[in-house]
C-alpha cells in the first residue's frame, strides 16, 4: 500500500491535535510542537474517521453560534435604541429631576463664577434648541385651562412668567480698563433663547433691557450667589449689545416664522406676521404667550436732561416695539445713578407719555402694550400714589411691581450663612431671593388699592370714566337697583335688602352645580373674558335657566336689563352718567416668587402675572413646571376647603 499524503483539513486537525498549547505564564516559544509518527495504514483510518466526524458535526455548530449571535445583536441594538429614546424623552422634559439635581451642581462645580455659568448655559440651551435637543414641557397640562388667565384680551395659558430683572449697577471703570461689550445679563439679555425658554412653559417672557446704544457693563466679578439663602447679588451695569442688534434679531425670528409659514422672508411677509394674519400674538409667535422687551436709557445720559432720557426711551421704542407684545420701561435699577431718581412724578409722567405716543405709533396694526418697571424700595404712600398717578395720566397699561432690592434682608433663620457668605452680603449691589418675597405681597396689595382708585379721575376735564374693582373679588348682581347706590346703614335698610334677596335669589340646580366645579379657579371676569365680546359666541340652552336671572315679579334693575359689570360710582361723580370705563391696569409681580404657593398668593394679592428669576438659577430650567404643578395642587387643596 502507497503513501499518500493526507488532505489539507486533516493536517490541520492533526496539527491542532498534537501542537502543544503554552503554559500560563509560559512564552510560546519554549513550546515545541510533538513529533508525529504515523503509518500509512493509520492516516488512511484517521483521515476517514476525522473527515466523517468534522463533516457531521461542523455545520450544526456554525450554524448554531450564528443564531445566537444575531439574537444578541438584536437584543443589544434594541437595548440600546430603546435606552437612546427613553434617555431623550426623559432629559428634553423639564419635569426631569436631572436639571436641577445634576445640570445645576455640575454648573456650580465647573463655573464657580455664576456669570460665567449662566453664559454657558445660554450657550448650550441656544444650541441644544438648534438640534431639537432643548428642554420643553411635555404633556397637556396647559391646555386643561385651570391656570389660563386673561390679560389685556389674550388668554395666557397659565400667570407665569419669567423676568428680565434691571439689576445692574453702574460703575465708572478704572482707566486702561478694556471695553468689552457682551455679558449676559437676566436670563435672556440680548434675545439669544426666547423660544428655548417659551418652551419651558412660561406664559410671559421678558427679555432685555436693551439700551439705545451698546455699552459695557462693571468688571468682573458682578454676581454672587448666597447658596444657604438661594439668593443672588449682582451689579452688572447694563451690558447691552444695543437696541439696534437686538431688533435684528428679533426681526430675523419673525422672518423666520414667515418663511415656515409659505409667505416668503421680504419685509411683506413680516409684516403679514406683526399684523396678525398668522393668528398669533407679534412678539412671541405662540397663541397664548407674550414677549415682553425692556428698555433703558445708557448710562452716559444725564439723568436731569428730561428730553434727552425721553430720546434715548424712544429710540428702543422705535428700534424694537414692532417685535414686542409688551414694552416695559425699566426706571428703577437699584444702582444706575440717577435712573431711580426718573420715578419723581412728573419726569415719570414725560418719559412714560413719550413712550406710549411713540408706541402707538408702530408700523403695525395693533401697538403693543406699555409697562413702566417700579423699585420696591420706593415704598411710602406718596412713591406709590405718585407712580400710579403717573401710570394713569400717561396711558400706561401696567406696572411691573418688584424688582432687586439695595436692601439685605434678615436671613432665614434654619440657614446657616458662612462667614464667606456674610462678606458677600456686604458687596454693593442688588439683592434677590425668596427673602423678599412677604414685601412683594405687601406691595402689589397696595398697588392695586392705588392703581384701581386711580380710576376714579382727579378732574372733571378730561377724564370721564368708572373705577375698575380690584381682580377676584365679586361682580354686583344684576338683582341691584338703581336706587341702591350705597350700602344700606339703617336697620329699616338692611332688614329690606335681606327680605329683597330671599325673595329674588334661587337655589342652584344641578346643572349649575356641574359646570362650578368645570370652571377654573382663576375666574376671569366678565369684563375681561373675551368669548364675551365675540358675536359668535353660542347663546345660553333655553332649557337651562339662570340662577342669576331675577323672577317675572321682581323689579326691572335699570332701563337696560345689562347686567352691570363695574359698581356704581358715587352719585356726585361724573362717570355715573357715562357708560365707558378705563381699562384695568395690570399687574406684573417679580422679588422672591420660588413656589407654587407663593404664585398663587401674589396672584391673589392683585397681580395678574408671577414672575421668577432668581429660582431659576437654582431650580434649573424645569422651575416654571415645577412652580406651575404646585400652584394646581395649592389650588385643589384651597378648592377642597373652601
Known sequence: MSCSRPPPLVRASLKSLFIRRPRAGQHPSHSSPRKI????????????????????????????????TRLKNLLLGTSIGLTVILGYYYVTDTRASVHEWLVIPCLRYFYPDAE????FGNRALKALYSFGLHPRERGLDDAKGDLAMEVWGHLLQNPVGTSAGGIEEFRMPEEGTPANIKGFVQIDKHCDIPDALLAAGPA????????????????????????????????????????????????????EYAYHM????????????????????????????????????????????????????????????????????????????GLRGLQKVEPLTDILTAVVAAARKVKRKTPPKVMVKVSPD???????????????????????????????????????????????????????????FAHTVALVKRYRTMLDEGAYPRNNDNNDSEPIPPPFTSIPSPLETPAATHPPTTDAEIDA????????????????????????????????????????????????????????????????????????????????SSSSAPDRKVIFATGGITTGAQAVEVLAAGADVAQVYTALVYGGIGTVSKIKEEMRGELRKRQQKG
Open 37 to 68: 509518527r504515523y503509518n500509512a495504514h493509520h492516516v488512511q483510518l484517521r483521515s476517514a474517521s476525522t473527515t466523517a466526524a468534522i463533516a457531521s458535526s461542523t455545520p450544526p455548530v456554525r450554524d448554531a453560534r450564528s443564531l445566537l
Open 262 to 337: 409659505g409667505w416668503g422672508i421680504d419685509e411683506e411677509a413680516e409684516l403679514r406676521i406683526l399684523d396678525g394674519e398668522a393668528g398669533v400674538p407679534p412678539g412671541s409667535l405662540q397663541q397664548g404667550r407674550l414677549l415682553a422687551v425692556q428698555i433703558a436709557k445708557n448710562k452716559w445720559t444725564v439723568d436731569t436732561d428730561i428730553e434727552m432720557v425721553k430720546k434715548d426711551y424712544v429710540y428702543c421704542v422705535d428700534a424694537l416695539a414692532r417685535y414686542a407684545d409688551v414694552v416695559v420701561v425699566n426706571v428703577s435699577s437699584p444702582n444706575t445713578p
Open 497 to 576: 335688602s335681606v327680605a329683597r334677596d330671599k325673595e329674588h335669589i334661587k337655589p342652584p340646580i344641578p346643572e349649575a352645580k356641574a359646570e362650578s366645579t368645570s370652571q377654573s379657579i382663576f375666574r376671569i371676569p366678565e369684563r375681561n373674558n373675551p368669548l364675551n365680546l365675540s358675536s359668535s359666541s353660542p347663546s345660553p340652552d333655553p332649557s337651562v335657566p339662570d340662577p342669576t336671572a331675577p323672577s317675572p315679579s321682581s323689579p326691572s334693575p335699570s332701563s337696560s336689563s345689562k347686567p352691570h359689570t363695574h359698581p356704581p360710582a358715587p352719585p356726585n361723580h361724573p362717570s355715573s
Open 378 to 436: 420706593e415704598d411710602c404712600d406718596n412713591d406709590v400714589k405718585g407712580i400710579c398717578d403717573a401710570v394713569w395720566d400717561s396711558g400706561v397699561d401696567g406696572v411691573v411691581v418688584g424688582n432687586t432690592t439695595k436692601k439685605r434682608p434678615d436671613p432665614t433663620p434654619s440657614a446657616y450663612l458662612s462667614t464667606h457668605e456674610q462678606r458677600l452680603l456686604l458687596e454693593q449691589g442688588g439683592y434677590s431671593g425668596p427673602q423678599t
Open 116 to 119: 460665567d455659568a449662566h453664559e
Open 204 to 255: 410671559v417672557i421678558e427679555i432685555g433691557g436693551v439700551t439705545p446704544q451698546a455699552q459695557e457693563g462693571n468688571p468682573k466679578p458682578r454676581v454672587w450667589r448666597i447658596p444657604s439663602q438661594k439668593a443672588l447679588i449682582n451689579r452688572y451695569g447694563l451690558n447691552s449689545n444695543g437696541a439696534d442688534h437686538v431688533a435684528v434679531r428679533l426681526r430675523q425670528r419673525v422672518r
